[in-house]
């Protein structure tokens, strides 16, 4: 099944563009998608269960630490997939993420899912920010499992 991204996902993705923009990065990492999935999260209603996700802990705060000590690394090998300008760490997030939608019985990408997906990649900045602010991925995973199980849940399923 091909599923399409959300506006709101689409709203995640293009904050991650713009933030690694402004940081000079020529490649968006994970922990922009990060970034981009906590400072959406308010305009789109997800705030509660984001803080819930977190235990409240500070993980922006980490993001934007992390954010600044991203070093531009040699150029990746080629990659099969084709979504541009993101690493490797990124592109993986993002098909783990449309994985988790599918497995969710979901019509489009979330930016529930794509927070699901970060925490899928080993090794990713957007992991190490969650547990650098004291939060624990099992925590974040569960969250994001029972928003859509939840029948309280926003979107269509």
């Given at each position: 099944m091909?599923?399409?991204?959300?506006?709101?996902?689409?709203?995640?993705?293009?904050?991650a563009a713009e933030k690694a923009r402004q940081k000079g990065h020529e490649t968006i990492e994970t922990a922009h998608i990060l970034f981009g999935i906590i400072r959406i999260a308010p305009k789109i209603g997800l705030d509660d269960f984001i803080s819930n996700a977190f235990y409240g802990r500070?993980?922006?705060?980490?993001?934007e630490s992390r954010l600044g000590r991203i070093v531009k690394l040699p150029s990746e090998p080629e990659s099969p997939f084709d979504i541009p300008t993101t690493s490797r760490y990124a592109r993986t997030a993002i098909y783990?993420?449309?994985?988790?939608?599918?497995?969710?019985?979901?019509?489009?990408?979330?930016?529930?899912?794509?927070?699901?997906?970060?925490?899928?990649v080993d090794y990713s900045q957007a992991e190490a920010c969650i547990l650098s602010a004291g939060a624990d991925p099992e925590r974040v995973r569960e969250v994001c499992r029972n928003y859509f199980?939840?029948?309280?849940?926003?979107i269509g399923q």
């Amino acid at each position: 099944m091909a599923l399409n991204f959300s506006k709101d996902a689409t709203k995640v993705i293009k904050c991650a563009a713009e933030k690694a923009r402004q940081k000079g990065h020529e490649t968006i990492e994970t922990a922009h998608i990060l970034f981009g999935i906590i400072r959406i999260a308010p305009k789109i209603g997800l705030d509660d269960f984001i803080s819930n996700a977190f235990y409240g802990r500070p993980v922006l705060i980490e993001v934007e630490s992390r954010l600044g000590r991203i070093v531009k690394l040699p150029s990746e090998p080629e990659s099969p997939f084709d979504i541009p300008t993101t690493s490797r760490y990124a592109r993986t997030a993002i098909y783990a993420a449309v994985s988790f939608a599918e497995e969710m019985n979901s019509n489009d990408v979330h930016p529930m899912h794509l927070l699901y997906g970060l925490l899928d990649v080993d090794y990713s900045q957007a992991e190490a920010c969650i547990l650098s602010a004291g939060a624990d991925p099992e925590r974040v995973r569960e969250v994001c499992r029972n928003y859509f199980s939840s029948a309280n849940s926003k979107i269509g399923q």
